[in-house]
């Protein structure tokens, strides 16, 4: 708060006061020192006291009549009596005086000369016990605040804000310590560019309860630059200083440690409360005998409702689980002895449900509590699922014996060079009874003991190295005779030779023979296909086993010359050759066959072309592991596709110039309208890209009108052997800006009757909008050219009329008696010429107001009497005059402008042309009367006056009438289409 001071002018003082000692003081001092609120003394060069305040008394306890009498420490603050200042200036000193008692007071004392006295001097005195106490309070706040991480603050209405902590550099310390600032003031200043994003509505709602100097407590997060991210508490007091001065009271508190501990517990909690809803198992807790807490799957695990379980007793819970009785008792015991206990039980289920699909369900029970019982948790997990499976795998164990002993393929369980166990079919197979097979050596199985040691050690080698040993091989039966079997030997676990293997044994005797007889067949077959001219190759696992001599011939080379060799061999250098394949046993069934065609070089660096399929064969009834083998026929086609190739760069060539074609191609099928192949500027001519025409009806791709106007004409041609011709006139685009256009059309029938594609309708247009526009250009040209020359002969007409008329006044006036019927004339000839000119300076036809205009000033100017013109009703420029009628409606309206002047004494002409929604009515007014009983009718037709009226008329569409309306004759000529034209207003 500032005050603003005005210096006043000096005014007289009526008289001085004696002061206490007797001497005069001016009244003006006495009174600033009485009602100073600091001591104040007046004293002489001698150090007498003239004056002093009430203040001085209570100070320094007692009246003081001289300097001298003060205290030595305080008398050399005032400077008595050597160090007094002079006349106008002032002295200011501080300092700690002993008074009475021996109690220190801090002094500030301010000296001054007074003006105006001789040797006088105004003392203050000031105790600084109170500015001492407030700036250690200042002190003790401000490190309170700073250990305690407390920021405070208060609004005062008057001074704005304050705060109890000093300020940063205190009084008499360096100032450059008070630039580092405490943590508490730090808090006293936190600006909306701090504060975290999702605390900004915490924040604003601070604001607004300082504003409004409302109570709250708001915590908020702050990013700080050097501390990071901080919790800040605020706390608003609002309050009344003295005065009725209202404030309000700012406390921050940081929380950051209270609120990352908080979160951290929340967050703990949720934690346990979300894995604790999402556990498969029912969980509960139960203290002294009570369920506490629970979650939803424990209570529907006992098929409790909602909230039902909370309060009960354990030995509820037992009941719920099947125990009760005696059971729930033993359950207890065992919980105390033991600390936990667990069960099995099925809950209750509906009359509908079946045994294999009752629930079952586990509870355990585990003592938490150091004392007896007091906490428990329980554990209801749903076990359905496991019993199920222990169900499932008692059923696979049946399953398994039965697989076992009813299997038709003999099944042993062998350990150190014996038979352990076998099954029916392995005692059908061999012929010994169950009894003797069990524990029977299995060189009893072979021919010879050399024979066994010799498959037992190539079985054992396979056995180490892969796990698995197969093979055929001869078994001895008990009655000594031999049959071929097929055996599959694989180790019980691989990490344990010792723990034995499991063999199976299939009888493949008699395919064996079938075998034998099989190959004695394909040495006859072999025979036969080396007649044909396919080449046959046959590859083994170890490659090319045959070849027939068609392929020899191909391949430019003897069998022995690839026997063992891959057939790829013969493959050219492209990786994905189809010979290069190794997945064909692997994709192709016994009998399938894949066809292919691709490029061989033979040994003497011949290139050809063959097409050929494979085929898998000899897979049926060999033994395990043998795949079978791939037979390849191939065909040289080397002819055939010199001639497509050939073909195909025909066709390339034809598309080439289709492609570059100054003109739209499209290729249409005539059974459904739809694109087959186009070219690129068939997409300019239907204004589209190629991927949204093809394979499209014309409906799609062209507006309706256009899309309707091509499919009648590609129809059209679909039905005839002649071409379609037609120009198509697309509209101009206002979207993308594309022009108007005009195109020429053919659309002519390449029948392909006979064939699988079907008519098919060959689309040839070219873009002639440039020729027609030049066209049009011509013919506009052309048409100016004529209006030009119809205007030209108009105005020569005019001219030559205008030529005739002066003529003819030349003679009215060499010819007096005559001069009536020449002035006749003249005004016919100025009508017609005024309608010629009116002709020139226009296109078009001429409309009526503007030949009414012209005749009417044509007449004024040939007999001065003054004709008004009015016009009525709406877009008068609508009706105009033909060019066959314009000259007799001049010549008309011309007569009757005549006869209404000649038979009228004087006056102006009225000439009114009304206008109705399809016809147009001529007026003219003059003033007089008509003959009596006159008829209009009646009037023969002449040369001149009304008679040349009724016989210029037009016969259609034009009437005249004459009429007696007060003192005005009125000539009406009525007109209406065909003898005016109605036209577009201007």
């Not at 369920?291 to 309060?311: K, T």
């Not at 000259?887 to 005549?898: C, F, H, M, S």
Request: hydrophobic share 45%; aromatic share 4%.
């Amino acid at each position: 708060m500032s005050i603003k001071s005005k210096l006043l002018p000096a005014a007289r003082v009526p008289g001085d006061v004696p002061h206490e000692g007797g001497v005069a003081v001016p009244s003006a001092l006495a009174d600033c020192v009485s009602i100073s609120p600091l001591p104040l003394l007046l004293s002489d060069p001698q150090g007498r006291v003239l004056l002093a305040n009430e203040a001085l008394r209570a100070a320094l306890g007692g009246r003081l009549d001289a300097l001298a009498g003060l205290p030595p420490e305080l008398a050399e603050l005032i400077g008595w009596p050597a160090q007094m200042p002079a006349r106008g200036e002032s002295r200011r000193r501080e300092g700690w005086v002993a008074m009475e008692g021996g109690a220190l007071r801090h002094w500030r004392v301010t000296s001054r000369g007074v003006a105006g006295g001789a040797g006088r001097w105004l003392v203050q005195f000031e105790d600084l016990a109170l500015e001492d106490a407030r700036e250690l309070a200042h002190i003790e706040i401000s490190a309170l605040m700073g250990t305690a991480g407390l920021g405070v603050a208060t609004h005062d209405a008057a001074r704005g804000w304050v705060t109890a902590a000093p300020p940063a550099a205190g009084r008499g310390e360096d100032e450059g310590q008070g630039e580092r600032g405490t943590p508490g003031q730090s808090l006293m200043s936190v600006g909306r560019d701090v504060v975290a994003a999702e605390s900004m509505a915490d924040y604003d709602r601070l604001q607004q309860a300082l504003r409004q100097r409302q109570r709250v407590e708001v915590r908020y997060a702050v990013e700080h630059r050097d501390t990071g991210r901080r919790w800040l508490m605020t706390r608003v007091e609002p309050a009344e200083l003295s005065g009725g001065r209202p404030a309000v009271t700012v406390v921050t508190l940081d929380v950051t440690e209270e609120e990352t501990a908080r979160r951290h517990n929340e967050q703990l909690l949720h934690e346990l409360g979300t894995i604790l809803e999402v556990s498969p198992a029912g969980i509960a807790y139960l203290r002294r005998g009570a369920l506490v807490r629970c979650n939803a799957r424990f209570e529907a695990l006992l098929g409790l409702d909602a909230g039902q379980a909370r309060g009960m007793s354990l030995a509820q819970v037992m009941t719920r689980a099947g125990l009760d009785g005696t059971a729930a008792v033993q359950a207890q015991q065992l919980l105390q002895q033991q600390g936990a206990f667990e069960t099995e039980f099925q809950p209750a289920a509906g009359d509908s449900a079946g045994a294999e699909e009752q629930p079952w369900r586990s509870l355990a029970l585990r003592r938490a509590g150091a004392a007896a019982g007091d906490e428990v948790v329980a554990v209801v997990s749903d076990i359905s699922r496991l019993r199920r499976q222990q169900a499932a795998l008692a059923g696979l164990e049946r399953e398994r014996e039965l697989m076992f002993n009813l299997s038709d393929v003999g099944i042993a369980y062998q350990r150190d060079g014996r038979i352990g166990r076998a099954n029916l079919a392995m005692v059908e197979l061999t012929g010994y009874p169950r009894e003797q097979l069990q524990g029977l050596a299995l060189s009893e199985l072979y021919e010879d003991e050399a024979l066994y040691l010799q498959y037992a050690a190539q079985e054992r080698r396979e056995l180490a190295q892969h796990g698995r040993a197969q093979g055929e091989r001869r078994l001895r039966r008990r009655d000594g005779s031999t049959l071929w079997v097929q055996v599959h030997q694989r180790m019980v676990d691989l990490a344990d030779p010792s723990a034995g293997s499991i063999a199976s044994y299939v009888n493949v005797d008699e395919r064996r023979r079938v075998r034998e007889t099989l190959l004695t067949q394909a040495d006859r077959t072999r025979a036969i296909l080396d007649s044909v001219l396919v080449g046959i190759v046959t590859v083994g696992p170890q490659g090319i086993a045959w070849m027939n001599r068609s392929a020899r011939r191909m391949f430019g080379g003897e069998l022995a010359d690839f026997i063992g060799l891959p057939i790829s061999v013969v493959a050219s250098a492209e990786p994905d050759h189809p010979l290069r394949r190794q997945d064909w046993l692997d994709t192709l069934e016994e009998g399938q066959a894949e066809t292919f065609e691709c490029r061989l070089t033979a040994r003497d660096g011949r290139a050809f072309w063959v097409v050929g399929n494979v085929v898998v064969t000899g897979r049926e009834g060999s033994a395990p592991g043998d795949d079978g083998q791939l037979t390849f026929a191939l065909l040289d086609i080397e002819r055939r596709r010199e001639a497509e190739n050939r073909i195909a760069q025909a066709r390339a060539g034809l598309q080439r110039i289709i492609e570059t074609a100054p003109l739209a191609i499209a290729l249409f099928d005539g059974a459904n309208q739809q694109v087959l192949q186009l070219n690129q500027k068939l997409c300019a001519f239907a204004r589209r890209p190629a991927e949204e025409i093809l394979g499209r009806q014309p409906a799609l791709w062209l507006p309706g009108i256009e899309a309707a106007s091509l499919s009648a004409d590609l129809h059209l041609a679909s039905g005839t052997q002649e071409a379609v011709r037609r120009e198509l006139h697309r509209e101009a685009d206002a979207q993308t800006g594309q022009a108007a256009e005009v195109w020429d059309v053919s659309i002519v029938s390449l029948d392909s009757a006979g064939e699988s594609g079907g008519t098919q309708l060959l689309l040839v247009a070219s873009d002639v909008t440039e020729q027609r526009a030049a066209e049009e250009a011509r013919l506009a040209a052309a048409i100016a050219q004529r209006e030009m020359l119809v205007k030209e002969v108009h105005h020569r007409i005019k001219n030559n009329l205008q030529g005739v008329a002066g003529l003819l006044q030349q003679n009215a006036q060499r010819h007096p008696e005559a001069s009536a019927a020449i002035a006749e004339a003249v005004g016919h000839v100025h009508a017609i010429a005024q309608v010629h000119g009116l002709q020139v300076g226009m296109t078009g036809p001429l409309r009526v107001k503007a030949v009414m205009e012209a005749i009417a000033q044509s007449v004024q100017r040939m007999f001065g009497r003054p004709i008004t013109m009015e016009v009525q009703g709406p877009d008068p420029h609508r009706f105009a005059l033909t060019e066959a009628d314009s000259i007799p409606v001049a010549l008309t309206v011309n007569e009757l402008l005549t006869n209404a002047i000649k038979h009228s004494a004087g006056g102006a002409i009225a000439c009114r042309m009304e206008c109705g929604e399809d016809a147009v009515a001529l007026s003219v007014a003059n003033p007089g009367s008509l003959a009596p009983e006159f008829n209009l009718a009646q009037v023969p037709a002449g040369i001149s006056g009304l008679g040349l009226v009724r016989a210029l008329l037009p016969r259609k569409g034009a009437s005249i009438s004459l009429s007696q309306e007060g003192p005005m004759v009125v000539a009406r000529l009525r007109l209406a289409p065909p003898a005016v034209a109605l036209l577009t207003p201007l």
